[in-house]
T-cell receptor, first 116, second 115 residues
Framework: KAGVTQTPRYLIKTRGQQVTLSCSPI?????VSWYQQTPGQGLQFLFE???????NKGNFPGRFSGRQFSNSRSEMNVSTLELGDSALYLC???????????????FGPGTRLTVL | GESVGLHLPTLSVQEGDNSIINCAYS??????FIWYKQESGKGPQFIID?????DKRQGQRVTVLLNKTVKHLSLQIAATQPGDSAVYFC??????????????FGKGTKLSVKP
């Protein structure tokens, strides 16, 4: 069974540009969550999508957005990039079933974004 | 490999010894806790989880202890091996019920195993 894949693995952008990152979940998983990882702030939750709808959102500015497609693949977009957006962006997929059922999240390898 | 944290507490142990990694969580409403292992250049990998109605859970060579009174989690690794060297994170679900997509992660501890 293929794991979570993220593309691209590395990206270099300049301030003011925008970027789109892609995540393909494990087959059958309907929930995709995105996290930002930096040395200073650690791992921080960005948002979660389930069945093409944003189910949860973390405390990030509106420059960070995402979407999910009918095949559960997800993209996140960061507009007007700032130096502080340099980070490892991780996505995680799970079955995402609610109702008190806890489903393991499987993480991809991440996309390393560098903003110059 | 990529650096996942420049300011992480570090635990250095001898191969074969037991390791204990501690974590204080933030939300008393959290009812689900997970330990992840992250190796350089990779995403976090699930190790073990525990629900708030338990205080101990054992896996293969790993044990998680939960103390809700003081909001404390610990991960015990028995007979630590060089392959256990990684950064370890605890995570909590923040009490959001069935939706587990919004985990709150601790800062992480770097485990270094000396052969």
């Amino acid at each position: 069974k293929a794991g979570v894949t993220q593309t691209p693995r590395y990206l270099i952008k300049t301030r003011g540009q925008q970027v789109t990152l892609s995540c393909s979940p494990i087959s059958g998983h309907r929930s995709v969550s995105w996290y930002q990882q930096t040395p200073g702030q650690g791992l921080q939750f960005l948002f979660e999508y389930f069945s093409e709808t944003q189910r949860n959102k973390g405390n990030f500015p509106g420059r960070f957005s995402g979407r999910q497609f009918s095949n559960s693949r997800s993209e996140m977009n960061v507009s007007t990039l700032e130096l502080g957006d340099s980070a490892l962006y991780l996505c995680a997929s799970s079955l995402g079933l609610a109702g008190g059922v806890y489903n393991e999240q499987f993480f991809g390898p991440g996309t390393r974004l560098t903003v110059l | 490999g990529e650096s996942v944290g420049l300011h992480l507490p570090t635990l250095s142990v001898q191969e074969g010894d037991n390791s204990i990694i501690n974590c204080a969580y933030s939300n008393s409403a959290s009812d689900y806790f997970i330990w992840y292992k992250q190796e350089s250049g990779k995403g976090p990998q699930f190790i073990i989880d525990i629900r708030s109605n338990m205080d101990k859970r054992q896996g293969q060579r790993v044990t998680v202890l939960l103390n809700k009174t003081v909001k404390h989690l610990s991960l015990q690794i028995a007979a630590t091996q060089p392959g256990d060297s990684a950064v370890y994170f605890c995570a909590e679900n923040g009490g959001y019920g069935g939706s587990q997509g919004n985990l709150i992660f601790g800062k992480g501890t770097k485990l270094s195993v000396k052969p």
